[in-house]
């Protein structure tokens, strides 16, 4: 009860192999916690020191399978974060949290349930700290350094004529005429109705539907980008840079060839420029830079 006191309450100190201190609560209709520790002070409440070398400096464990709270809980009334986590060794190469799962959740989970604000904010620098990328309330992403993917062109999911079992990555696709907003194969030379190509991988995926909905039954349309195209020798073999309509074979392109030789062709025909030749040898996929015009 002293107020000048500066050493602690309590202190337990083991110099055998076994813990320092053992709190247990053994009742099963204790609601209490077995340790509480209050400061009213300017020093944390807890403070867990490890000098050693042999494993973490706190573990909390929930061994009841049962259980549906979390093993750690942070929270604040204050206006500092509920939890703070730093690594202050700079030859240290491990992050500062790591998060794992074994289930099926997410590994984890962020809400704001605040009127305005960001869910995350990510910053870089040191002793000036500057934002780099940012996920607002809305789930809207802002990157100050871009993006990079895996992708090479930009999709958007579509409906599509029949069953999603007979189209396949590579399939030239134009605009149905019986049905708003959906795509079919192409089978029709030189096609104004061209719309992209059934797209391989998309390193961008547009789409109206909200990120919850299943898209299962769409087909992802590479509009432009570069994106794996089925073609065939229709109107001759394909040269790098020819460019290619569709032809008469379902779901193919082929090179262009102006009705006047002048090098003309009417408008929204032209699917994009090959990127490799083909002379009829192999699969009949080339990859196109699609650029519908």
Known sequence: NNAANSAPSLNV????????????????????????????GNATAVDALHTGTGSA??????????NTFNALQANTS??????????????????????????????????????SGNIAVFMSGSPTLVNVARIDKAGK??????????????????????????????????????????????????????????????????SEKGIEENIDDLVPMGVIGVIPTKVCLENGPIKRGDLLVTSSSRGRAMKAISAKGDGMFPAGVVLG??????????????????NVK
């Open 13 to 40: 100190t083991t110099n055998g192999t076994g813990n320092a201190g053992n709190f247990s609560t053994t009742n099963a209709a204790n609601t209490n916690p077995a340790l509480q520790a209050t400061s009213n």
């Open 57 to 66: 400096a706190g573990y909390f464990h929930i061994s009841n399978a049962s």
């Open 78 to 115: 204050g206006t500092g974060a509920a939890a703070g986590f730093s690594v202050t060794n700079a030859s240290n190469t491990f992050p500062a949290v790591i998060a794992t799962t074994n289930g099926t959740g997410p590994v984890m989970n962020f809400n704001h349930t605040g009127s």
């Open 141 to 206: 992403g802002f990157f100050n350094g871009g993006t990079q993917t895996s992708g090479a062109d930009v999709a958007e999911m579509f409906d599509i004529e029949g069953s999603r079992d007979s189209y396949e990555p590579g399939d030239v696709l134009v605009i149905s005429e019986s049905t708003d907003r959906t795509m079919e194969k192409s089978s029709e030379a030189n096609s104004t109705k061209v719309a992209g190509v059934y797209a391989t991988k998309p390193g961008v995926t547009l």
């Open 273 to 290: 420029k090959a990127l490799e030749n083909y002379d009829g040898t192999g699969k009949g996929l080339i990859k196109v830079l699609v």
